[in-house]
Nanobody, 125 residues
């Protein structure tokens, strides 16, 4: 059974940084996509960044150049380094796992089937 446990959210002022972590267990397939998504109140869940088993990354335009996704295979963990945070980045962030179907992992939530619990990120003005 696949499990994903996210952590690292918190409160930060605009311009600050946070790093999210997500540890996975029970992963049984080799061609995978891992990703970070976020959902603000009243809005749809949106893709933030994804990384594939072969290290290909995909970023939402809104975070390109500010956020960095990475993975540590030995620790079964992915990270989301978030720099230059803005108030509009305030949201609940989720990590997720899905099979890799394309060359680069999709940013759409429907492409992912296993989800971690959310972690709140709040960026104050």
């Amino acid at each position: 059974q696949v499990q994903l446990v996210g952590s690292g959210g918190g409160w930060v002022q605009s311009g600050g940084s946070l790093r999210l972590s997500c540890t996975t267990s029970g992963l049984t397939f080799t061609n995978y996509c891992l990703g970070w998504f976020r959902q603000a109140p009243g809005k749809d869940r949106e893709g933030v960044a994804t990384i594939s088993d072969d290290e290909r990354r995909n970023y939402a335009q809104s975070v390109e150049g500010r956020f960095t996704i990475s993975q540590d295979r030995a620790q079964n963990t992915i990270y989301l380094q978030m720099d230059s945070l803005r108030t509009e980045d305030t949201s609940i962030y989720y990590c997720a796992l899905g099979p890799r179907v394309h060359f680069v992992c999709d940013l759409h939530p429907s492409a992912f089937r296993d989800w971690g619990q959310g972690t709140q990120v709040t960026v104050a003005p």
